[in-house]
């Protein structure tokens, strides 16, 4: 619901706070008092464009703000979240928009600064305004399709559609793709070949690049390596005092110590180890000298080699990997151009079966919506005789239509208020009054399939009589028992209706003219509603009717 709208420097108004509550709220005041300044306010908020006209006379700048309370603000919190804005903490929402003389305005959602094109889509969401603003949801096809199949179309019918058109429209992309590459068929062929042909013939390994850089760094150096290897094996075996001898020298003292001292025979031990190691490591040195040679031819292979695996991968690298997965693609690829005729013709005959099917449960899902669109045209019917049109008519048209997301049909909500009236669109109707008193029978009656928390109408009861505004406030009411309803009226009938009653009223205070709204109850509301009634001269009689007024309403409710 929307519990607050503050407004400052606009038109009549230097700076009100409004406070509203749940179910009906009705503003009234005189002509001129500043209703419209409010419902202008409010469309600011909902992201309409700013006039600069619309600032109070010598204000640098003037700003709107709304608070609103969300029990369900996870739609809200989608659009924050794409935007990469905060959410609503626990479902706190506020709105406010700044106009200034000069320079670019601001907007902004909870201190959040947005564009004017997140601020409407995050408004639509939140107000349904009917009236002179052009604001109003159930003109949208949309709109019109959701409440008919909220009211009475199965779901699982729905989502077995919209499955078959997902399949249905993957395939025909697929086909389409495919056939455009078809015009330039040739050259991709050729191309394509080439491709595969270089990357086969490569032969590529996974890990062969790491392996030919470890021998080309052995071959690159194999004369300092066997240089080292000599000299090493020397210094272990052939040179005077070499390692070998060594140990050997070594063993002979040792040996002498044998039963002299307690560790010698450990110290042979260990020399015994030493001698064999210092064997070893001689003959690895030796196999590792005769294994490495000076190969100016092999040299060169390595060099090539890998040079092709660096030109591979910068051309369809940047890893091996993904130059294999590219051969891959190109050869399965090559396969499906080189027989694109087979492939379209298969992909024609399982575009032609998709497209049966989704007609099939296209046809089921218009079916169930004439089904729905009957009882629901009747019992929306059903309420706007309660609301002023005893001879009007209203139907739901189902018709047939291209294969859509939604569906195999067009939706559309047809209206004559009047006797001898041809039916037309919705949309099509001029008068905002009567699409205001459709909308209220339609969110009445679907008041649990409409999740949009706030209703405005503007002006609703224009050129009705009293005991219709008796039955267009009953109806606001008792929508108002499932959200927040605001009402812009002049007619008593439907104001005394009302669970929150504000008053605007404007005066002039040291030469300027000041807007102001004041809530009223008890006698406060009596004499608004008696004003209403215009009692001027019969003072007495109308506050007494207007006491009547309320008691009945209050009996009603």
Request: proline letters at 4%; charged letters at 30%.
């Amino acid at each position: 619901m929307l519990t607050e709208l503050q407004v400052k420097q606009l038109a009549l108004v230097e700076d009100l706070r409004i406070p509203f509550r749940p179910g009906l709220n009705v503003i009234t005041g005189e002509t001129g008092a500043g209703k419209s300044v409010l419902m202008g306010a409010l469309n600011l908020i909902l992201g309409a464009r700013a006039d600069k006209k619309v600032l109070r006379t010598g204000a640098e700048q003037g700003s709107v703000r709304a608070v609103f309370l969300l029990d369900h603000p996870e739609a809200v919190n989608d659009i924050l979240d794409e935007a990469g804005l905060d959410p609503c903490e626990e479902g706190g929402l506020i709105i406010r928009r700044v106009i200034k003389s000069g320079g670019t305005g601001q907007q902004s959602v909870n201190d959040q600064p947005v564009t004017l094109a997140l601020l409407r889509r995050v408004g639509d969401l939140l107000v349904d305004m009917h009236g002179p603003y052009d604001h109003q949801s159930i003109l949208q096809p949309d709109t019109q399709r959701r409440l008919l199949d909220a009211a009475g179309v199965p779901g699982h019918e729905l989502q077995s559609y919209r499955e078959s058109w997902s399949e249905w429209r993957s395939l025909k992309s697929r086909y389409e793709d495919l056939k455009g590459e078809g015009g330039q068929r040739e050259e991709q062929l050729d191309l394509l070949r080439y491709r595969a042909a270089e990357l086969q013939e490569a032969e590529l390994e996974i890990g062969e690049e790491e392996e030919l850089r470890e021998e080309h760094t052995l071959a690159g150096n194999a004369q300092n390596i066997m240089e080292s290897l000599s000299g090493a094996l020397q210094a272990l075996e052939e040179d005077e005092g070499n390692a070998s001898d060594a140990l050997s020298a070594t063993r002979r003292f040792l040996n002498s110590l044998a039963d002299l001292h307690p560790d010698a025979e450990s110290w042979l031990e260990e020399v015994d180890g030493l001698q064999q190691q210092a064997r070893e490591l001689a003959a690895a040195i030796r196999i590792a000298g005769e294994r490495t040679e000076v190969d100016p031819a092999r040299l060169d292979w390595l060099d090539q080699r890998l040079s092709l695996y660096s030109k591979l991968r910068k051309k369809y690298g940047p890893t091996v990997e993904d130059a294999l997965q590219t051969l891959h693609e190109s050869k399965a690829k090559l396969d499906m151009l080189e027989n694109l005729e087979g492939t379209l013709a298969e992909l024609e005959d399982d575009i032609a079966a998709a497209e049966k099917e989704l007609r099939a449960k296209g046809s089921a899902l218009q079916s169930s919506r004439e089904t729905a669109a009957k009882k629901l045209g009747s019992r929306i019917l059903d309420q706007l005789k309660d609301l002023g049109f005893p001879h009007a008519r209203f139907e739901i048209s189902v018709v047939p239509a291209d294969p859509s997301p939604h569906g195999v049909d067009e939706i559309d909500y047809l209206f004559a208020p009047n006797p001898g009236e041809d039916i037309r669109s919705l949309k099509d109707i001029a008068s905002s009054g009567e699409i205001s008193r459709v909308m209220l029978a339609i969110k009445t009656l679907l008041a649990d399939q409409d999740r949009i928390p706030v209703m405005v109408f503007d002006e609703i009861d224009a050129n009705v009589g009293g005991e219709m505004g008796h039955a267009i406030g009953r109806k606001m009411r008792e929508a108002g028992a499932t959200r927040q309803v605001i009402s812009i009226t002049h007619l008593p009938q439907v104001a005394v209706h009302g669970v929150h009653h504000l008053a605007v009223a404007k005066s002039v205070e040291e030469g300027r003219t000041f807007t102001k709204v004041q809530p009223l109850i008890n006698e406060n509301r009596e004499d608004e509603i008696a004003r209403m009634l215009g009692g001027t001269q019969e003072a007495a009689l109308s506050l007494d009717h207007a006491r009547q007024l309320l008691a009945n309403a209050a009996g009603v409710g």
